[in-house]
């Protein structure tokens, strides 16, 4: 998956976030914005359940910035869907990035991941 960074309609191209290989194909995606948002409080709460009973004192948000991209002035949401499942416990900081390596869930290995959320949290034991 990558994302469509800018459309230049004189030449009829597109400028996408990673390698395209000319001449490939590809599938175009529309964008649902309540999926976007609830995919961030879905990983807040894997987040949450591996925690086992500690409590988060620090959580860091990276969101890829495709998603800043299509959420335009509803990002807050995403993060307000983080914290609703975090509660007002950790401090919470993050950043775009421009894709994340990550595992999918617990047994898998980490891979190259586009327009996610991703979530660590830290807490002293």
């Known amino acids: 998956m990558r994302t469509i960074l800018t459309i230049n309609e004189e030449d009829q191209s597109m400028t996408f976030a990673g390698n395209m ?12 914005f309540d ?3 609830d995919a961030s409080s879905v990983a807040a709460k894997d987040c949450y359940e591996g925690l086992m ?13 495709g998603r800043k991209i299509i959420l335009k002035g509803r990002i807050y949401e995403e993060i307000e869907a983080a914290r609703d499942i975090f509660g007002s416990g950790p401090f919470f900081t993050g950043f775009y990035s421009y894709g994340e390596i990550s595992p999918l869930n617990t047994s898998t290995v980490c891979e190259l991941h586009n327009q996610t959320m991703t979530i660590t949290t830290l807490s002293e034991i």
């Open 21 to 32: 290989p000319e001449g490939s194909k590809l599938r175009l995606m529309k964008a649902n």
């Open 35 to 37: 999926r976007l948002i």
């Open 53 to 65: 009973d500690s409590t988060p004192e620090l959580a860091i948000l990276i969101s890829c910035v």
